[in-house]
């Protein structure tokens, strides 16, 4: 990471010059057909970005968690495709107009940074759904996605690596180019072979080697 603490500190707290909302989940933050109209940092919770397919199914893009800025490309570049933000948790975040983001940015490039770091992150994430979708298998293909979150969100437990955020057999899906029938269909096949257990929407690997080695 190339940001430093005090130059992440010194970011947040320009955020929280700002105006403090809280979200239940399942809120909207930025609502469908709605455009963004202020840059979002959240302190606490979940974030899921998304959009509607042309089939009017909803696409997973990204779960955003604490101390990550939102829509952050709309932020530098004013360009944002219809994307909405829906809270996947209880939820707290800072909300500033973007004329003062990137006013701060101008004035301070020392918290130039932290954004760094983030837009690396939000890069790296991609690219790995980008290969994630070259493995030729649906079964590859979800293990891969599900390593990928364990990686991100991921606790070590008794049980197993738990995915701490609430995953839908249809964001499943739309994330590793499936229906949402064939999703399910693996799901059910790892958690029979012993590999992965499902409850209320969240996943715990069982076997994390074993499921490494089918890649």
């Excluded at 603490?5 to 320009?14: G, I």
């Excluded at 974030?47 to 779960?63: M, P, Q, R």
Aim: a neutral charge; aromatic letters at 8%; proline letters at 5%.
């Amino acid at each position: 990471m190339l940001a430093s603490d005090r130059q992440v500190t010194a970011l947040v707290n320009q955020f929280k010059e700002g105006t403090r909302l809280t979200y239940k989940k399942g809120e909207y933050i930025i609502r469908p057909g709605e455009a963004p109209s202020a840059i979002f940092y959240i302190e606490g919770g979940l974030v899921k970005a998304y959009n509607i397919s042309k089939y009017g199914e909803e696409n997973l893009l990204i779960i955003r968690k604490e101390h990550e800025i939102f829509p952050l490309i709309w932020a530098i570049t004013g360009q944002e495709r219809e994307i909405i933000y829906q809270a996947l948790a209880p939820t707290i975040v800072w909300r500033i107009s973007p004329q003062q983001y990137l006013t701060f940015l101008h004035n301070h490039p020392a918290a130039l940074p932290p954004l760094l770091d983030m837009v690396t992150e939000m890069y790296r994430i991609h690219s790995e759904r980008l290969l994630n979708l070259e493995y030729r298998t649906v079964r590859e293909r979800l293990i891969s996605f599900l390593i990928t979150m364990s990686n991100r969100f991921g606790k070590e437990t008794d049980a197993g690596v738990v995915i701490e955020v609430p995953l839908r057999h249809q964001d499943i899906a739309s994330s590793i180019n499936a229906s949402r029938e064939t999703a399910s269909r693996e799901i059910s096949a790892l958690e029979r072979k012993g590999l992965i257990s499902s409850k209320d929407t969240f996943i715990v690997l069982k076997d994390l080697p074993k499921l490494q080695s089918y890649l």
